[in-house]
């Protein structure tokens, strides 16, 4: 790297929030390097519950401008990457004893309207005795009240933004922990170490963003040497997988008579996502693990509803995720405000640094927006807006038009099964030529290791979305994990360490 360049922006986390900010940016003009420790959305931005929602329960915390600014995002969204994000249809079953039906009828009607709702369809009420919805629950519920959301593939989400903002001229550096960063006058000296190999870098920047998720106070004391922080309330999420347990499309949101609610989504066509649960967490967030007590609690809440039971010999897999909240001062987890905050130091004759808290996948587009507006501030603007009515790679296809591009997939590669044509489309939309390139049968495609996993697909992921390991790509780039013995995970790994492939920058 010149020693000599001097970086508009550096950005310490390669989640959601950090590699959004760096694509805007880097649209914008501005010179950008991102930073990431491990591998991009190895964090709190794979561990979510998979939605592209309004968060139909912060209405009971008067979270508002949130979730205003959340459901008009939906759709935007949804137009910018419909490989990756789809509409989802939320069933929520009525009884006694919890929130009032006039109570869900209010929500619900606000929930509608608030967000300029266009494509995906209102509210409506269902009867449960007669519903295909009804069938997998228990006879407890005559009523439900159904109504739309979207779902997305977080990881994959995180890691087109990446690669947006590195084909727009950002550098993104994965395994590659900022070690220190001083303040220079005007500037910010980081010193990056690559964490495999071991070398050692110093780079200049105008200035610096923190977005190391639930690691920003842990940056700011240890990393940047601040006597204090406190900004973050760190919050456990976990979630299980478990075998498909209905067999339409729809999601369960159910509630629990503590207050709480879990989802039940249907997950990679032959399995059910049940979570989340929201506990306080202390400790490294790097060492997070689902607990006893969470998985009886899934189990126990899912079990209430469906008629076949949950037990733990159904589960394939789980996760958990350590949310970074801004510490609001709420008593309960789940009571913690989901809203981002952006604070700011320096300026003028210091070099600026800006601490991004909070934030969801749902509004990471905006959340980059308001931090590009706080740069512009700081060290002056570049490039206007641009994100809205964009798209991320492979996105560029109708909302709706996700079986038409499977089928121009298909009949551009007439070997491929119409699953895996599907999955290729799911995952990289008009990108999946790129990775087939002149392919004319499965013989092109290379080793093959296991279900419908071949050596192209690996190479792409490699080559493009800086993948290194086999857990970068069977669980944060095709969750072909999910499989189990199906997958050669020894071959997988033996290739990925004769390609010596550690990821490099792309661009920039």
């Known amino acids: 790297m010149d020693a000599a360049r001097i970086r508009d922006i550096v950005i310490i986390g390669g989640g959601i929030n ?23 959305a190895s964090g709190t931005s794979s561990a979510a519950t998979k939605l592209i929602h309004g968060g139909l329960r912060y209405l009971e915390h008067y979270e508002f401008r949130l979730v205003q600014e959340a459901l008009a995002e939906r759709e935007v969204l949804w137009a910018s990457a419909p490989h990756i994000v789809w509409p989802l249809r939320l069933v929520l079953p009525h009884h006694n004893g919890l929130r009032p039906a006039w109570l869900l009828r209010l929500g619900l009607f606000i929930y509608d309207h608030l967000g300029g709702r266009k494509l995906l369809p209102a509210t409506r ?89 639930p690691w920003v106070d842990q ?15 760190l919050v456990q999420g976990s979630h299980i997988v478990v075998r ?27 399995f059910t996502l049940i979570g989340t649960t929201d506990q306080d967490y202390e400790g490294d967030p790097r060492s997070v693990r689902i607990t006893e007590g969470e998985i009886d609690y899934l189990t126990t809440a899912a079990s209430a509803y469906f008629i076949r039971p949950v037990t733990r010999n159904d589960i394939v897999w789980s996760y958990s995720g350590v949310r970074p909240l801004y510490a609001d001062g709420a008593s ?46 700081l060290i002056g603007a570049k490039g206007k807006p641009w994100t809205l009515g964009s798209h991320l790679p492979g996105g560029n296809f109708p909302a709706n038009g996700f079986a038409a591009a499977v089928t121009a997939l298909k009949h551009q590669y007439p070997f491929l099964d119409r699953a895996h044509a599907q999955r290729l489309v799911r995952l990289y939309g008009t990108r999946a030529g790129v990775m087939l390139g002149v392919a004319r049968g499965y ?25 290194a390991t086999s857990d970068d790509i069977l669980w944060r780039r095709t969750k072909r994990g999910l499989l189990g013995d199906a997958i050669k995970v020894a071959e997988l790994d033996a290739f990925l360490s004769a390609l010596e492939a550690r990821p490099a920058a792309l661009a920039g």
């Open 18 to 40: 950090g590699c959004g900010i760096a694509r805007d940016a880097a649209g914008r003009g501005y010179d950008v390097l991102l930073a990431e420790m491990n591998d991009l």
């Open 125 to 213: 009420t269902l009867d449960m005795r007669t519903d295909p919805a009804g069938a997998p629950l228990q006879p407890l519920y005559s009523k439900a009240f159904e109504y739309s959301d979207c779902w997305v593939d977080d990881a994959r989400m995180v890691v087109l933004a990446a690669r947006d903002a590195a084909d727009r001229g950002a550098t993104i550096r994965t395994r590659t922990e900022v070690v220190s960063a001083r303040q220079l006058g005007q500037l910010w000296e980081v010193t990056l170490r690559d964490t495999q190999s071991g070398d050692v870098e110093a780079v200049k920047t105008r200035l610096l963003v923190n977005a190391a998720g």
């Open 219 to 233: 940056v700011l004391t240890g990393t940047l040497g601040a006597n204090s922080a406190g900004n973050v309330r």
């Open 244 to 270: 498909k347990l209905y067999d339409h499309d729809r999601c369960y949101m159910f509630q629990n008579t503590d207050g709480r609610i879990i989802f039940a989504i249907p997950y990679e066509t032959d």
């Open 332 to 377: 309960k987890a789940q009571e913690a405000t989901r809203d981002y905050v952006l604070k700011t130091s320096g300026g003028a004759n210091e070099a600026p640094l800006i601490n991004v808290i909070g934030g969801k996948l749902t509004t990471f587009r905006r959340l980059a927006e308001a931090t590009l507006d706080k740069i512009e501030t």
């Open 443 to 467: 013989a092109d495609l290379g080793r093959h290791f296991g279900a419908d996993l071949y050596e192209a697909e690996v190479r792409y992921l490699v080559d493009q979305e800086w993948a």
